[in-house]
Antibody, heavy 119, light 110 residues
Framework: QITLRESGPTLVKPTQTLTLTCSLS??????????VGWIRQPPGKALEWLAV???????RTRPSLESRLSITKDTSRNQVVLTMTTMDTVDTATYFC???????????WGPGIQVIVSS | QSALTQPRSVSGSPGQSVTISCTGT?????????VSWYQQNPGKAPKMIIY???KRPSGVPDRFSGSKSGNTASLTISGLQPEDEAEYYC??????????FGGGTTLTVL
């Protein structure tokens, strides 16, 4: 049974760096074909894909946020970490991590973590 | 990487069928057979209901079906039930390990 859970700060100040951790269960991020993505959803708005990382360490971030985003994995802890620099109020959103087996989409999702950016 | 275009809302009565469209471009929907659909209830995480255009994950009722023609994908829900009332999002692979989501459609069961 695949499960994911996001953790991190729920309140950050503008200009600060956000670090979110996705803890994985039921699969290993080091196993062939496995991947984890991050998707966010501002209040009342649509889903927005942010980044993905695969077992092979192949990774990709949203082009429009490329300079601010990084994604890494810790195979020994079975976790994926998303870092977003220079946070702004427009980055206020619920951040989800989700499992993928390739390019078919995201089949299992964490419950999400609500992050508010405010001074 | 512009969002896919979905109608803001659709509605139908119990037992009826509704179709939600999702329009992209030749760089996403038009170029790949990797469209997925998600159902999201308020305050909850999205749930995958369709992948690879028309395949259903285990446990998803066959009332949900997907299709694609050109740059437009569609989700059809037949035999509408009250519990189908939710927000629906389409998503397409856009190449080089990137994805694009639609703007979301609110389904109201009358």
């Amino acid at each position: 049974q695949i499960t994911l859970r996001e953790s991190g700060p729920t309140l950050v100040k503008p200009t600060q760096t956000l670090t979110l951790t996705c803890s994985l269960s039921g699969f290993s991020i080091g196993s062939s074909g496995m991947g984890v993505g991050w998707i966010r959803q501002p209040p009342g708005k649509a889903l927005e894909w942010l980044a993905v990382i695969f077992w092979s360490d192949q990774k990709r971030t949203r082009p429009s946020l490329e300079s601010r985003l990084s994604i890494t994995k810790d195979t020994s802890r079975n976790q994926v970490v998303l870092t977003m620099t220079t946070m702004d109020t427009v980055d206020t959103a619920t951040y989800f991590c989700a499992h993928t087996r390739g390019i078919m989409g995201f089949d299992f999702w964490g419950p999400g973590i609500q992050v508010i950016v405010s001074s | 990487q512009s969002a896919l275009t979905q109608p803001r809302s659709v509605s139908g009565s119990p037992g009826q069928s509704v179709t939600i469209s999702c329009t992209g471009t030749g760089s996403d929907i038009g170029d790949y057979l990797y469209v997925s659909w998600y159902q999201q209830n308020p305050g909850k995480a999205p749930k995958m209901i369709i992948y690879d255009v028309s395949k259903r994950p285990s446990g998803v009722p066959d009332r949900f079906s997907g299709s694609k023609s050109g740059n437009t994908a569609s989700l059809t829900i037949s035999g509408l039930q009250p519990e189908d009332e939710a927000e629906y999002y389409c998503c397409s692979y856009a190449g080089r390990h990137s994805w694009v989501f639609g703007g979301g459609t609110t389904l109201t069961v009358l």
